[in-house]
C-alpha cells in the first residue's frame, strides 16, 4: 500500500473522530470518536513502535478510567447525555 493511501485513510478517521466528538452528545459516543482520533494517530506513526506504544497505552488507560466515569454519571443520574450532566459545574 503506498503511503499517500495510508495517510489519507489516517486523514479521513481523524475528520471522522472530531466531527463525531464536536456533535456527540452521548458519553459513550464521544469516547468511540476519541478512540478514533488516537487510531488515526497511530496509523501515521508506520515506524515509530515506541509512539504506538505509547498512544495504545494511553487509548487504554483513558477507555477504562472513561468507562468507569461513564458508568458512575449513569448509576447516579440514569443519563449518559453530556448536556444533562452537571457533575463538574460545581
Same mark, same amino acid.
Given at each position: $500500500?503506498?503511503?499517500?493511501?495510508?495517510?489519507?485513510?489516517?486523514?479521513?478517521?481523524?475528520?471522522?473522530?472530531?466531527?463525531?466528538?464536536?456533535? !456527540? +452528545?452521548?458519553?459513550?459516543?464521544?469516547? $468511540?470518536?476519541?478512540?478514533?482520533?488516537?487510531?488515526?494517530?497511530?496509523?501515521?506513526?508506520?515506524?515509530?513502535?515506541?509512539? !504506538?506504544?505509547?498512544?495504545?497505552?494511553?487509548a487504554a488507560a483513558e477507555a !477504562?478510567?472513561?468507562?468507569?466515569?461513564v458508568s458512575s454519571i449513569y +448509576?447516579?443520574?440514569? !443519563?449518559?447525555?453530556?448536556?444533562?450532566?452537571?457533575?463538574?459545574?460545581?
Amino acid at each position: $500500500m503506498m503511503l499517500e493511501h495510508i495517510l489519507v485513510l489516517s486523514a479521513y478517521l481523524f475528520s471522522i473522530g472530531i466531527y463525531g466528538l464536536i456533535t !456527540s +452528545r452521548n458519553m459513550v459516543r464521544a469516547l $468511540m470518536c476519541l478512540e478514533l482520533i488516537l487510531n488515526a494517530v497511530n496509523i501515521n506513526f508506520l515506524k515509530g513502535n515506541i509512539f !504506538s506504544i505509547f498512544v495504545i497505552a494511553i487509548a487504554a488507560a483513558e477507555a !477504562s478510567i472513561g468507562s468507569a466515569i461513564v458508568s458512575s454519571i449513569y +448509576r447516579n443520574r440514569k !443519563s449518559t447525555r453530556i448536556n444533562q450532566s452537571t457533575l463538574l459545574n460545581k
